[in-house]
């Protein structure tokens, strides 16, 4: 099943996981030294507000032009607005280019994920999934580290530069991969006319309200942990990061094909539960052994729930619109994340007993989605 373009594929995400996500970490203190503190809730925002509003777009190119030449673009733009950090030096002109930035994010995991659903069976979709995002969530557990240490000893120039580099050499893997897709169209500018059909795909609404629900963390912690990392005297603002994910990585590889055994919903419903009790502990603690702690129970709820949410929008989707499918999936995934992160930024406001109540709304949200999935799953038994 795991073929040479699959591993490929798979060092192309990790390389292009690790160069946005390194920087991560480091650049509300870039922010702040620009005098844009307020702002840093925007940070985030920006950035995935760019990867929803392209998502539509990069669906429909998916599933017309070829899944290769979109994953290209999305390390491309990866590449470049990395070079163009060191160069900025006022507030808009940072905010500008984070917006930018997000385009990477917006086009390459939507090819992704087709380009998977493509070369994989489908009574294995969960597990290559599954597989796929340890590569993922490696980079992203590398990254931040890697980043906070680059800062640290060699400036922030460094990093973004290394950044860039990792972009570029992900590129340079996917000019080697073959293309899936069958039908394939010269591309031209009319692809980009977007029709109604192409921004949302209703086959996967039960995905899409799952999906914002439990994101709206991911962007809260993006935007928070930080800040909590320096008041709890952690000098690496990007080890909470590495814990979680490692920790997302270790349930992968145990839990990998348990959606593919047990159904997509069932394993959404415990990952859920844990989500509400990782942002809960995340709320109440004061230490560094709570914060480690939550670090885990976060990295165990993502590790399930990331896999799990692509192969159950891949199960419910028509095979001719598999891109505009994982579009919407994604859209929904930067929805969460971005509001997450505007939201929190906005009242955090650089108080830190503000934080408490922000960690505590992400998870009334994961108990939303919580009594949603548990729903779904009475109604789909009843129906069958």
Request: net charge positive; proline share 4%; with cysteine.
């Amino acid at each position: 099943m795991y073929n040479l373009q699959f591993w490929l594929l798979c060092i192309s995400n990790f390389l292009f996981s690790a160069s946005f996500q390194m920087m991560i970490p480091e650049l509300p203190d870039y922010l702040t030294a620009m005098g844009g503190k307020e702002h840093i809730g925007l940070i985030i925002a920006l950035f995935t507000l760019t990867a929803g509003l392209s998502r539509p777009f990069s669906g429909k190119l998916t599933d017309t032009v070829g899944r290769v030449p979109v994953m290209a673009f999305g390390s491309l733009v990866c590449c470049v607005c990395s070079l163009f950090y060191p160069f900025i030096h006022v507030v808009w002109a940072f905010l500008l280019l984070r917006f930018l930035h997000g385009f990477s994010t917006g086009t390459k995991p939507t090819a992704t994920a087709a380009y998977v659903a493509d070369i994989i069976p489908e009574n294995r979709r969960g597990e290559a999934a599954g597989m796929l995002g340890i590569f993922t969530a490696t980079g992203m557990s590398i990254g931040p580290s890697i980043g906070s240490y680059l800062t640290l000893w060699f400036g922030i120039n460094a990093m973004f530069y290394v950044a860039a580099s990792f972009a570029l050499i992900s590129i340079l893997i996917l000019l080697n991969m073959k293309e899936t897709l069958v039908d394939r169209q010269p591309f031209s500018l009319k692809l980009f006319k977007i029709s109604r059909r192409d921004i949302f795909e209703p086959r996967v609404l039960s995905v899409f309200i799952v999906m914002f629900c439990v994101s709206f963390s991911s962007g809260v912690i993006l935007t928070l942990v930080p800040d909590m990392s320096k008041t709890l005297g952690v000098a690496n603002k990007g080890l909470f990061f590495t814990v979680y994910t490692v920790a997302s990585l270790l349930i992968r590889v145990v839990a990998s094909k348990s959606s593919d055994i047990h159904g997509r919903v069932p394993v959404m419903i415990i990952s859920t539960v844990i989500l509400a009790v990782g942002m809960t502990v995340l709320g109440f603690t004061q230490t560094t052994f709570g914060f480690w702690a939550a670090a885990i129970l976060f990295g165990f709820s993502w590790g399930l729930n990331t896999p799990t949410l692509t192969a159950w929008t891949i199960d419910l989707s028509h095979p001719e619109y598999r891109g505009r499918a994982l579009a919407t999936m994604y859209i929904a995934l930067e929805a969460g994340i971005g509001v997450g992160a505007w939201w929190s930024g906005w009242w955090y406001a650089g108080d830190v007993h503000n934080m408490a109540f922000a960690f505590y709304v992400s998870a009334v949200l994961a108990v939303v989605s919580l009594g949603y999935l548990l729903w779904w799953k009475r109604t789909n038994r009843i129906l069958a």
